[in-house]
């Protein structure tokens, strides 16, 4: 739309007081937000907030946008949206600034409890128990994440799960979840952001799975200081999606184009296109132009120094507020006496609101500082340096107006540094390990579910195996769970690469699609990035998704979204979000440098916040499926790629057994030496401890089961008071998952007491795998590697 167009007026539409009364309310929330925006700057560059960035220049356009956010709909955003979520009735203004300011009171900064910088918004979605709220009834956000355009994954997830509630035929489990598939996904992003490949992955996945993914792409002509010229082909978004474009009898997506300050341009065409959005589930992109940028890009800098004057001046001209102040006088709709008291009463509205964040923000830091330095004053020592020294360090905390918890510890720790022998010196160090404890609640919780849904608390189940229980192939018995499970619980989903028609390359859903359905079992693109990301939606709305990533190998294309989203999304929420994603995925031992993947130090080290499973067998691997659906927590499970073929007993209660996590198991006991690792190397180990045992050599074999947890009651270590001796043996390369289990033990665990012997890691070679068996054999771990390293620490 190349100008502004004008409202029209139908007979069953507001009257004209009410439109009206309508259109200076928005007026009123936009300048709400630009104040904010001021204002937030001025907290930055004054050190009472630690840096800042803003959505000015963007608030007509989510004014617009905001409008036709439902109740059941869900965002997926970034960090300029705070006048959609004002406008929305998401966020005020107070809570705006308590996450400027850091606040760690999640009644005070309910997004985030201070753990994001400010303006990446959510909305609870668990109860202080883990179950679901009525995401149906409730307009949702999902925790926003500042990794550009890693908002694109996510974002056709939670519109993929649309898809998954209108097709599932037990709509009755689902009533608080979704109203029939009816929900739009709102994700917004920046114009620069667009050239990350996250971007055109998840378009192409839109347009293919024809979900109802509404995408708002903010165009300022810049990212940062780079004009968009440089960034995308033909210097426009639309433009270059063009081939997308949604036609008659072909999927693909719906491309708008409109003027970021034509107010009722974006309303027209954001009602009419967002309505056939939710009805068709055809995607649509609306590419939002000439948005302006009233204070450059953030805190950190100036866009004067990039930016010509005449591109700075057109910047004020068509200022959205502006225009639309411009437009409202022009038809008749406020006057200008009117609209400055609505500006004048936002100034004072934003600026009491700023008040009240600071001060629920500090005053309980002041009182902390004041008991500290009552008790700092306090410190009784003979040396009159010593005792001046401490007396300047009490007023100094006492008289700080903006302290932090920070400078009241370590003025804490310096008295007690000073005078270390004064009598007062114990009640300062209690009050040390108060704080710390408080602080531990308020910085360092919530990484993983800490109540009933936590996975550590979901009770062991051994399995039932009859005496005459058939032996079937691994594969066949994680083919009888997936039959079962489907069956069992309708919010079971699982999708990757080759799942659906053929049963995954190694057979685990084979005739399962035909037997449950295309819309609960289904394949995928080559696209790792946004099966993740379809995953991550999923999982937040409720939903169980199994989510494969074919090999091992090929997780680095997932790993930014598992790393950056999943697992930080219970942290960063402070226990408000779950995403209990599941991620099947095989690997180990074979042949070639793409298909020998076993990059564990990468995973367990990227993943903090998912739970790391490495079963040795595929009935293992059931109990900890098992045991994740039980639980909210994500987790990735790692089956053996040789072990689909082993010969298994086939439990009889395959859908109750579980496997507790971080509880390793001793499948071979012996006396003189253990052996630590996991998953397929266990088979070269039991190889290798049969041989050494006709040696006189007898050798305990502990499989860890689970990296993240690892052995979280000290199974290893009793094992080692036993031995004195001890390797840690896996196929990583030096220095991945056999040092992480070392660190472990040693360290933490104190297993170096117990040593009569050097201890001792054996691991893969620092390059990949050559192609074939004899690669693989020089490459990684072998039997003849196992007893040369063993026969060695038995010779010290």
């Known amino acids: 739309m190349e100008s502004s167009s004008s409202l029209g007026y139908k007979n069953d539409m507001l009257s004209f007081d009410g439109f009206r009364n309508a259109v200076i309310e928005d007026y009123r929330i936009a300048m709400i937000s630009r104040e904010v925006s ?42 300029r949206d705070q006048t959609f979520m004002f406008a929305t009735g998401l966020a005020s203004v107070e809570q705006y600034f308590a996450q400027l300011y850091a606040d760690p009171d999640v009644k005070n900064e309910p997004f985030s409890a201070g753990r994001q910088m400010n ?75 667009t050239s990350e490949g996250h971007f055109w992955e998840t378009i192409n996945a839109a347009g293919v799975l024809q979900v109802p993914l509404a995408v ?39 491309i708008y184009k409109v003027k970021a300050w034509d107010y009722a341009g974006m309303c027209e065409v954001f009602e009419e296109a967002l309505q056939k959005v939710r009805e068709t589930h055809q995607p649509a992109l609306f590419h939002v132009e000439e948005v302006t940028q009233p204070q450059g890009h953030s805190t950190s800098g100036s866009h004067e120094r990039y930016k ?47 008040n009240r964040a600071w001060e629920k923000y500090v005053t309980p830091i002041k009182e902390q500082a004041e008991q500290a330095a009552t008790l700092i004053r306090q410190v009784m ?157 999923m999982a937040l709305r409720g939903l169980r998704p199994i ?103 086939l439990p009889d209660n395959l859908l109750e057994y579980t496997v507790p996590l971080g509880v390793p198991e001793i499948i071979r006991e012996g006396t003189d030496v253990t052996l630590v690792s996991y998953g397929s190397t266990l ?9 050494l045992a006709a040696e006189g050599i007898d050798c305990e074999i502990v499989d860890v089961q689970t990296l993240l947890p690892f052995d979280l009651n000290h199974v290893i270590l009793q094992s080692l008071k036993k031995t004195s001796r001890i390797i840690f043996i896996d196929e990583d390369v030096p220095g991945g998952a056999a040092a992480y289990m070392f660190n472990k033990v040693m360290e933490e665990q104190g297993g170096y007491k117990w040593l009569d012997a050097s201890p001792r890691t054996l691991t893969a070679k620092a390059h990949r795998p050559g192609y074939g068996s004899d690669g693989d054999y020089f490459a990684k771990p072998n039997a003849e590697d196992v007893m040369d390293a063993v026969r060695s620490l038995m010779a010290e």
């Open 216 to 254: 708002f792409v903010w165009d300022d002509g810049y990212g940062i200081s780079v004009p968009k010229n440089f960034q995308t082909t033909k210097g426009s978004i639309s433009a270059a999606l063009k081939g997308f474009q949604k036609q008659a009898d072909t999927n693909g997506i719906h």
């Open 381 to 537: 020592v003979n040396d009159i340096d010593k005792y001046n020294a401490i007396q300047q360090m009490a007023n100094e905390l006492a008289s700080n107006k903006e302290p932090l918890r920070r400078d009241i510890l370590r003025a804490i720790a310096v008295a007690i540094e000073t005078a270390p022998f004064s009598p007062s010196a114990e009640e300062l160090k209690a009050l040390r390990v108060q704080m710390l404890e408080e602080n531990t609640s308020l910085y360092n919780s919530h990484l993983y579910n800490e109540g009933a849904k936590s996975a550590l608390n979901v009770p062991e189940v051994k399995p039932l195996v009859a005496f005459d229980a058939p032996t079937v192939n691994g594969y066949e018995v994680l083919n009888k769970y997936f039959d079962a499970l489907f069956a069992a619980n309708p919010k079971v989903y699982a999708f990757g690469e080759d799942v659906g028609y053929i049963g995954d390359v190694n057979q685990g859903f084979a005739g399962l699609q035909e037997k449950h359905g295309k819309d609960r079992i289904l394949d995928t693109g080559i696209r790792e990035l946004t099966i993740v990301g379809q995953a991550i939606g």
């Open 38 to 79: 001021l204002l937030g700057r001025r907290e930055v560059l004054t050190g009472k907030a630690k840096f800042g960035i803003f959505g000015d220049g963007k608030e007509i356009a989510q004014i617009a946008m905001a409008k036709f956010f439902q109740p059941g709909d869900f965002r997926s955003g970034y960090y």
């Open 547 to 649: 989510a494969e990533i074919q090999y091992l190998d090929y997780l680095l294309y997932g790993l930014q979204p598992l790393s950056d989203d999943v697992s930080t999304t219970h942290f960063r929420t402070k226990g408000q979000q779950s995403c209990p994603v599941i991620i099947r995925t095989r690997g180990h031992r074979l042949e070639g440098i793409w298909h020998s993947g076993s990059p564990m130090g990468v995973v367990i080290n990227a993943l903090r916040g998912m739970y790391v499973c490495v079963p040795r067998n595929m009935v293992q691997a059931v109990g900890m499926y098992n045991t994740m659906l039980q639980s909210n927590d994500p987790a990735i499970i790692v089956e053996c790629l040789n072990g689909y073929r082993l010969k298994e007993k």
């Open 119 to 193: 303006a990446h918004f959510s909305t609870r979605f668990v109860d202080e128990n883990g179950n679901w709220l009525d995401l149906a009834n409730r307009k949702n956000v999902s925790s926003d994440i500042a990794p550009t355009a890693g908002q694109m994954p996510r974002g056709l997830g939670l519109a993929f799960a649309s898809r998954c509630f209108r097709s599932n035929k037990n709509p009755e489990a689902f009533e608080q979840l979704s109203h029939h598939g009816n929900e739009i996904c709102f994700t917004t992003i920046g114009d620069a952001s």
């Open 308 to 354: 010509s004057p005449e591109r700075l001046e057109w910047e004020k001209e068509w200022d959205c507020i502006k225009k639309m102040k411009e437009w409202m006088i022009e038809n008749g709709l406020a006057s200008i006496e009117e609209l400055t008291e609505v500006e004048a009463a936002a100034k004072e509205t934003v600026k009491e609101a700023r």
């Open 683 to 691: 088979r070269i180990i039991q190889d290798a401890t049969d041989r």
